[in-house]
């Protein structure tokens, strides 16, 4: 027997009926390796939310097709138990065959509430495990210690010291794995037996990534000044501000914890302190967490990161995850390189970064339909953001959301706009993720799946114009239950005072679901002369400025549940010489070009050696779009300017970000 998902694809035969009707209540189809597997043996997926956007999806794309005779295996999923496939239409109960999988199948002997809350890329792990030994039946708790030691590695009862506790949670939160709530409450409860761990903060920084960090980094400058001195510490360390309790000191300089630090003030999670009397050239592991010269300092973060990027690039048949943590580091090293670097530098980073887009272009041809119907609990594509947000106003009758679109932000720039709104306002607690663009990555595209929750194939008369986003934004928020006087709109916004700017859109004693497009990093782009390095600079004076930080401010101030995110990145492209087609292309952008049939398309492709085919993905009939490879642009030959439309890892890995306030 092989993985779980075998268990599943057996009953997925090519040809065998051209309608199949699942019953997928815990969104097991729809993991990105099963969906993969699924789309090359030829069934397409769609699931069934709307019933009005299905019946447009279904009669245009597949109904269709089998009317004129041609071929098609497609799979309708519903998030339902088997019972309720009954519910679905007549003429589909007629036409597919029905089938019904769910995890209690799966893993029988485990307590069903526990594992439906796993992440399904945390299946693997288990499914292994039970095939080894086959578990007795588990109650509740027993299941949560099994997928404790077997998923995640750690056997809680054998966690005796600071050092075994350290380990742990550097590699869960380094790592940024993501343990479910009640799987923290489990290791909190059996760790709080143990007599030495009761005095720490474990009820925050086993399940926050954030506090984690702060914790270690307030304990940083205390294990310095012991090291530097050769003293104990005094007991009294009321001094240094300590907000998280004890223990005063950590074993920073232990074997297994010291590994990881390095990387941690390299990456950016925690912050190099000025320490001048400590000599830390005999002990390099701790130069990366003591300032000394700015040059200096950017000298050795560049090299570290470099060191890092060229070790985590993944490579095979890899998962989405490896990507969005590869472009965390990717982002981090892009803006130190474009914020001051030498040109040298900067040269070797776009030879680096032309072989990796390379084999990110690779990935997401044959991975990235497999991303569409993830679950929308961590968004992974921008049309789930919308829906990840309808879930916080469900879970209290009383919330707000707020979703601030900044319009053409990439990762890199974004890393470098987060260090100057921390110094504009230090309460502010920034929880960072990432997600996938739409392809082509154009705003009138992405930016319209963020605001109506769906990808483009369900907006096709507005796919080429962004007037329709206050009506999707509206659609999709009425639709979940809100009035029209709940939900609000703007775009245009980036300069000014806040409060006069929003003042006409936004009533925080009324308004439940604000969605906000600032486009100033938009217009710094295209008017942008001097290349990627001119526009960070330029971004940071924007920002510098205070309209984010204090956007951000006023909302949380009035009690939003605030969200930051963009619609894509941007590059910096080399012309590689423009397009002599007359009027075939409907859309004719510098990285990208729509055509209204893949014949007309494939007969330019042939004709440009640096451009590619991409297959129409999630978008409207009639819509194939040309993309210029690397980081080529169809303008002028050598012409340098910085654009989006393509399918880089500047251009399609996004900003997520939840904005909260540390307690005061």
Known sequence: ?????????????????????????????????????????????????????????????????????????????????????????????????????????????????????????????????????????????????????????IAAELINNQVDLLRVLLRVHYNRIRIPE????????????????????LNEIISDE???FAFLQERWPVFLDRLGSGEQVSEDVSEYGLKYPCPDFLPFDHQDIRVYIDNLFVEGKLTPVRKPKINFESQSWLRSGIVKTEAADDDIRLSRLLEIVEKAVPVGDTCFQDWLAFAAKWA???????????????????????????????????????????????????????????????????????????DGLSLDQWVSIRQIMHEQDRSLVMRESAAFAWIPTLTSISRQSIFSGKPPLYFPTSISTTNSEANLWRQFWEGIGLSRLDIAYQRGLGDGDVRTAIEATLNPGKTRAVGLVIDKVDKIM??????????????????????????????????????????????????????SEGVIAETRGERVRIYPTSELRDSVAMTVPFAREWQPIGLPPGFFPLMAEESYAFVKEGEIIV????????EVIVPLVKFERKAR
């Open 332 to 406: 981090e090293l892009g803006a130190l390189i474009h914020s001051g670097c030498l040109t040298c530098d900067r040269e070797s980073f776009q030879k680096i970064g032309a072989e990796i887009n390379q084999v990110f272009a690779g990935w997401l041809r044959s991975h990235y339909a497999s991303l569409m119907n993830l679950p929308p609990a961590n968004p992974v594509m921008l049309h789930h953001v919308p829906r990840r947000l309808a879930r916080d106003l469900e879970d209290a009758a009383d919330s707000k959301v707020a979703l601030i679109v900044v």
């Open 1 to 153: 027997m092989g993985s779980w998902r075998d268990a599943i694809l057996k009953d997925f035969v090519p040809h065998v009926s051209k309608l199949t009707l699942v019953a997928d209540p815990d969104a097991l189809l729809t993991e990105e390796k099963l969906a993969l597997a699924l789309r090359n043996r030829g069934f397409d997926l769609i699931e069934f939310n709307d019933p009005v956007e299905f019946r447009y999806a279904y009669e245009s794309q597949y109904r269709s097709l089998w009317d004129r005779g041609e071929r098609t295996d497609l799979v309708v999923i519903l998030r339902v138990h088997g019972a309720e496939l009954e519910a679905l239409p007549y003429d589909l109960l007629q036409a597919g065959r029905k089938l019904a999988f769910d995890l209690g199948g799966l893993f029988p002997n485990l307590s069903y509430p526990v594992i439906e809350k796993l992440d399904r890329s945390f299946l693997d792990a288990l499914y292994d495990t039970q095939k080894k030994a086959i578990p007795d039946r588990m109650g509740d708790n027993t299941t949560k210690d099994f997928i404790l030691r077997h998923v995640f590695g």
């Open 210 to 212: 954030e506090a984690f």
């Open 643 to 650: 654009g989006h439309g393509g399918v880089s890892i500047e």
């Open 526 to 579: 295209h008017g942008m002369q001097l290349g990627v390095a001119g526009m960070h600079n330029q971004i940071n004076q924007w920002c510098h400025k205070g309209f984010l930080t204090d956007l951000v401010g006023y909302l949380l101030d009035n009690h939003y549940q605030v969200w930051l995110t963009s619609d894509h990145g941007n590059i910096e492209c080399q012309g590689k010489g423009r397009l």
């Open 182 to 201: 009640l799987l923290s409450a489990r290791l909190l409860q059996v760790l709080m037996l143990h007599g030495d761990f009761q005095t720490w903060p």
